[in-house]
């Protein structure tokens, strides 16, 4: 699986993007939400995992721009800051997942699996 890795903290980013290549997924990092956006219009992942709390354009402004993009992109998002309200709106949106920061890779791996039911029955929901 090709995963698009969004988030301003670059330790947290890098650990992630480690955890998923040794899975055997190929990610690729970016730092901004504008960075994402670009690259979005010029590949076409799998999936994203996406920081909520970014300074610029925030988690929120890029998950609505993502869904008018790219609406069938599953995204889980990432978050050490955000509110419930945040959290519920992104959920509302279509989020596949919300993980809080800091988590245990087995979360992120948790929600890899769910990404895999996702793709295998995307017109159901085993999420």
Do not use: C, W
Not at 78 to 86: L, S, V, Y
């Amino acid at each position: 699986m090709e995963i698009l890795i969004v988030d301003d903290e670059p330790q947290v980013a890098e650990v992630l993007a480690k955890s998923l290549n040794r899975q055997g997924h190929k990610t690729t990092v970016v730092h901004s939400g504008v960075e994402a956006l670009d690259r979005l219009r010029t590949t076409a992942p799998d999936a994203m995992f996406l920081d909520v709390s970014m300074p610029g354009m925030n988690g929120l402004d890029v998950m609505q721009e993502v869904k008018r993009l790219k609406p069938a992109l599953a995204v889980v998002v990432i978050t050490g800051h955000a509110t419930a309200d945040e959290i519920e709106r992104v959920k509302q949106m279509g989020a596949v997942d919300v993980i809080q920061k800091p988590s245990a890779l087995t979360h992120y791996h948790q929600a890899i699996e769910r990404l895999h039911v996702k793709k295998a029955y995307p017109d159901t929901d085993h999420v």
